[in-house]
């Protein structure tokens, strides 16, 4: 009965007309409007506070300010004692009631995100942090250790909870005394001028004893740890690298990065970066090489080692009888491509680009040019019917860079960096 009471009364409540605010300036901190209801401006309130929260704004002085502004516009209109003396009478309703009763902004981002949002902690006062995060580490690599596997054996430091005290910092059977300066809260309360007309409160981690609420005296500490109650351990740890990972591909050490008291130890994180190769390119599990005939195998065939593998292995391939190859023609051996990550007796394909190497000028020189001539195919005539007109222009060897170098009206391609009118950037080659 008592419930269906309460409800008739929220019922009431929500139907009951709204008095429209005097002043509106706290509705718009928060970017809403004065009508809103309760959860519209929780909700916009957890928005703006995420957006702005100092400790994602680090290098934003103003930050503070604005999450300060926003928590104590949010503890006046939560409130509905508050909300309705703002809206009846201004800033001037709110003198004198001693401050707004709302909610910390800590303790209401803790009550929605849990310990690990902005470094709050529900289960004690203060901003203490929520044990370590994981440690990413990046690590080079190269395609033969992606397409072979490697073990890696490394050395490791880390932070380690204190063997001596148990991470207690104290010793013996020391026991460490409230802080004095926040009282055991492990932080204290700032007051800052928001408006001329308002102030904003909000929560500091106490500088005196870091959050804890307590200290010890000099001569409690831990001798081993100094108080700090962690210490720095060395660690042998060994990652595998498995045939067929990826550029990028994370390897976890679950547990191997640093300790903190009454926390689990954080993870080490190993981010694979792939050297480019001199010879082979890789995309998915296919890769590409590029291997140079002579005239001869293009003109009569091969059959030799064709491709050195990333294992050492010599690819043998032979081309079929009678098949002329062309510049830039290609072929696919199947199967020789990258091992399948965790498939591994799958493979993806190996492409070759096949080059045609032209003899050079000592090799014309050892050849009888009037026997060799006939063999080959025929020379190109001119084209019929003839131009009206022709012209004799030199035989000059160049470099294909020199090409668009100078513009008819004296441009360069410096004066394109430049960005001068009229001209723009160099257009991107697109492969087909």
């Not at 591909?249 to 190993?270: C, M, S």
């Not at 043998?316 to 591994?344: F, H, Q």
């Not at 190996?350 to 014309?364: A, G, R």
């Amino acid at each position: 009965m008592k419930r269906k009471s309460r409800h008739r009364r929220q019922l009431f409540f929500f139907l009951e007309p709204r008095q429209m605010a005097v002043e509106t300036e706290l509705y718009d901190v928060l970017g809403v409007s004065p009508d809103a209801s309760e959860a519209e401006i929780r909700k916009a309130y957890m928005k703006k506070a995420k957006e702005h929260h100092p400790d994602k704004n680090i290098n934003n002085p103003e930050a503070n300010e604005k999450f300060q502004e926003m928590a104590a516009a949010y503890e006046i209109l939560n409130d509905p004692q508050t909300r309705e003396a703002y809206d009846t009478r201004g800033m001037d309703g709110l003198r004198g009631r001693g401050g707004s009763p709302g909610m910390d902004p800590a303790d209401l981002f803790a009550q929605f995100f849990g310990a690990s949002m902005f470094g709050f902690d529900p289960a004690g006062p203060g901003m203490r942090r929520q044990g370590k995060g994981a440690e990413e580490i990046q690590h080079d690599v190269t395609l033969e250790d992606l397409y072979n596997g490697k073990s890696v054996k490394m050395n490791m430091e880390r932070e380690a909870v204190c063997a001596q005290c148990h991470g207690s910092g104290a010793r013996g059977n020391a026991k460490p005394k409230p802080c004095a300066t926040c009282e055991g809260k492990g932080f204290t309360i700032v007051l800052t001028q928001v408006s001329p007309s308002r102030m904003g409160s909000s929560r500091v981690q106490c500088h005196s004893c870091l959050g804890t609420g307590e200290k010890l005296k000099e001569k409690d500490r831990c001798k081993k740890c100094k108080g700090e109650k962690t210490v720095t351990e060395k660690k042998r740890h060994e990652i595998f690298i498995e045939k067929g990972m990826t550029d990028r591909q994370r390897i976890v050490l679950a547990g191997a990065g640093d300790e903190e008291p009454g926390y689990p130890a954080g993870d080490v994180v190993f981010v694979l970066r792939a050297k480019p190769h001199h010879s082979f390119e890789r995309s998915g599990n296919d890769l590409l090489t590029h291997v140079t005939i002579t005239l001869s195998e293009a003109l009569f065939g091969f059959s030799r080692i064709l491709v050195t593998h990333l294992d050492g292995r010599g690819i043998e391939v032979t081309s079929p009888p009678g098949k002329i190859i062309k510049a830039d023609d290609s072929i696919v051996l199947r199967g020789e491509g990258m091992p399948i990550y965790k498939r591994l007796n799958e493979k993806g394909d190996l492409y070759v680009i096949l080059s045609i190497e032209m003899p050079d000028q000592e090799w014309l020189k050892t050849v009888d040019r009037k026997a060799l001539e006939p063999l080959l195919p025929p020379k190109r005539s001119n084209p019929e019917p003839l131009p009206e007109i022709v012209v004799e222009a030199d035989y000059e060897e160049s470099d294909i860079v020199d090409f668009g170098g100078d513009d008819e009206d004296g441009w360069t391609d410096e004066d394109d960096e430049e960005g001068y009118p009229g001209m723009g950037p160099e257009p991107e080659c697109r492969q087909q």
